[in-house]
């Protein structure tokens, strides 16, 4: 289990650049997923983009070619740029972790995900 804490979020007008980052505190993994998920207002939680141990990326289709997640393997800190923001990207973000057997499959499925942060807000004005 491990402890994550997000930060980064803020109010921007769309086409802004927002980065999110998220410092996974506690024992170290070799093997693991980590990812992006959103929520919005009146909605479900959706997955935005995943990193597995071994440098494979996956995104939603909402993100791809504007954002970009990547992993700090010294500071052990997932990091989302966002790029060209629109307002259906408001939403609350959360930066989570599967460290269980699942981790290979590594998809945009909350369900594989045991560890979460409490979230940053983003907010994308028009």
């Known amino acids: 289990q491990v402890q994550l804490v997000e930060s980064g979020g803020g109010s921007v007008q769309a086409g802004g650049s927002l980065r999110l980052s998220c410092a996974a505190n506690?024992?170290?993994?070799?093997?693991?997923?980590m990812g992006w998920f959103r929520q919005a207002p009146g909605k479900e939680r959706e997955g935005v983009a995943t990193?597995?141990?071994?440098?494979?990326?996956n995104y939603a289709d909402s993100a791809k070619g504007r954002f970009a997640i990547s992993k700090d393997n010294v500071k052990n800190i997932l990091s989302l740029q966002m790029n060209n923001l629109k307002p259906e990207d408001t939403a609350m973000y959360y930066c989570?972790?599967?460290?269980?057997?699942?981790?290979?499959?590594?998809?945009?499925?909350?369900?594989?995900?045991?560890?979460w942060g409490q979230g940053t807000m983003v907010s994308v004005s028009s």
């Open positions: 989570a972790a599967d460290l269980r057997p699942s981790w290979l499959r590594c998809q945009l499925d909350a369900a594989d995900f045991g560890d």
């Open positions: 990193f597995r141990s071994d440098g494979r990326i």
């Open positions: 506690g024992p170290t993994y070799t093997r693991y997923c």
